[in-house]
């Protein structure tokens, strides 16, 4: 398979209004912590009391055996105290990089692909491009408006933000104008619990007074708290996402979170629907999807020493391009565009 095979792969990824899912791996190349990093943070920052030492100690034990944050946390039975910590102390974390990212955007000093991502899908007669993060930053929000796109994350536009009971578009001259729709399902830095069942969206780089981050952590909560507003609605609006998308092009996504895996694995199932992969590391979860149930029009794109690996359904154990960087979106755009 030559290069040429590959940029057609790439551009039928592209046509018929995509689906966009982003992992932490599309935030990284912009300064956003690593999971590993942000593991270093909260081992290094989080104070416990004796109540809660013990089950903190059981999962620093676990990450220092090998486990990724999610796998160290998911069987633990934390107290919510120290839920409360970990929930703050990754807001910090992440809130610092995302916080530079906003204050060079003003500047122009920072280039975001993904902005040209989106203005390139939208030169269709496509009204709506979803994109779907598991991301708390606020990348995509700032990819659109470098390149002056309309997006909405379901709240009200304004400095306090609250989200109505149906969903917002924006019109001109009677027209429903093209819009980005940011369908953020672990939460965003910007939200915040002020009381118990509301939650609002507030444009600050602080925590409120008497507020909460509205941000869903890993562990065995992570499943409860989606049960509640407004990430039930998220998760269900991102589900009829999926169950009507002709494509996915997902970005540095590692298909490890149960929220967005499951219902990708059945619309691939019910219409071969082109799907594209791009990624530092491609995880063993992604080859697998790939290789068992994207059907026959994937791309599988990740870095190797020489340049690209690229993962086809002609070549599912992965064949060496000449041509570097095409698992970078930047790359992955030399292709499309």
């Known amino acids: 398979m030559d290069n040429n095979a590959i940029a057609k792969l790439a551009q039928t990824c592209c046509e018929n209004n995509p689906a966009i899912i982003l992992g932490s791996g599309a935030s990284m190349p912009h300064g956003l912590p690593s999971m590993g990093a942000l593991q270093k943070h909260l081992k290094d920052n989080i104070k416990t009391d004796n109540k809660e030492e013990e089950a903190w100690s059981s999962v620093?034990?676990?990450?220092?055996s090998g486990d990724h944050l999610e796998k160290?946390?998911?069987d633990k039975n934390l107290p919510p105290a120290l839920l409360q910590k970990i929930v703050q102390e990754t807001w910090?974390?992440?809130?610092?990089?995302?916080?530079k990212i906003?204050?060079?955007?003003?500047?122009?000093?920072?280039?975001?692909?993904?902005?040209?991502?989106?203005?390139?899908?939208?030169?269709t007669n496509n009204h709506t491009i979803n994109v779907i993060t598991t991301n708390y930053d606020r990348v995509a929000e700032y990819a659109c408006n470098v390149c002056r796109l309309l997006y909405s994350t379901g709240f009200t536009p304004g400095y306090v933000q609250h989200r109505p009971s149906t969903p917002i578009t924006f019109q001109r001259s009677g027209k429903t104008e093209q819009t980005i729709r940011i369908w953020k399902v672990h939460g965003s830095l910007d939200w915040f619990s002020i009381e118990e069942g509301q939650v609002l969206s507030a444009q600050v780089f602080d925590i409120p007074d008497n507020a909460k981050p509205?941000?869903?952590?890993?562990?065995?909560?992570?499943y409860e708290e989606t049960h509640n507003e407004p990430f039930r609605s998220i998760i269900s609006g991102v589900d009829d996402v999926f169950k009507q998308a002709n494509g996915f092009i997902c970005i540095g996504f590692?298909?490890?979170?149960?929220?967005?895996?499951?219902?990708?694995?059945?619309?691939?199932?019910?219409?071969?629907?082109?799907?594209?992969?791009?990624?530092?590391?491609?995880?063993?979860?992604?080859?697998?999807?790939?290789?068992?149930?994207?059907?026959?029009?994937?791309?599988?794109?990740?870095?190797?020493?020489?340049?690209?690996?690229?993962?086809t359904e002609e070549t599912p154990d992965g064949i060496e391009l000449d041509?570097?960087?095409?698992w970078a979106l930047n790359g992955f755009l030399s292709l499309v565009l």
């Open 60 to 64: 620093c034990n676990a990450l220092d």
């Open 72 to 74: 160290a946390m998911e």
């Open 92 to 99: 910090k974390c992440v809130n610092e990089a995302d916080h």
């Open 102 to 123: 906003f204050l060079q955007s003003i500047k122009g000093g920072v280039k975001l692909p993904l902005g040209d991502l989106l203005r390139h899908l939208l030169r």
């Open 214 to 222: 509205a941000i869903v952590t890993p562990g065995i909560r992570k």
């Open 254 to 311: 590692g298909f490890r979170d149960k929220h967005i895996v499951p219902k990708l694995l059945e619309r691939c199932r019910d219409k071969a629907v082109p799907v594209a992969v791009i990624a530092h590391t491609l995880t063993d979860e992604a080859k697998k999807f790939l290789r068992n149930n994207a059907g026959k029009k994937y791309l599988g794109l990740e870095m190797t020493n020489n340049g690209t690996r690229a993962f």
């Open 323 to 326: 041509k570097p960087d095409l």
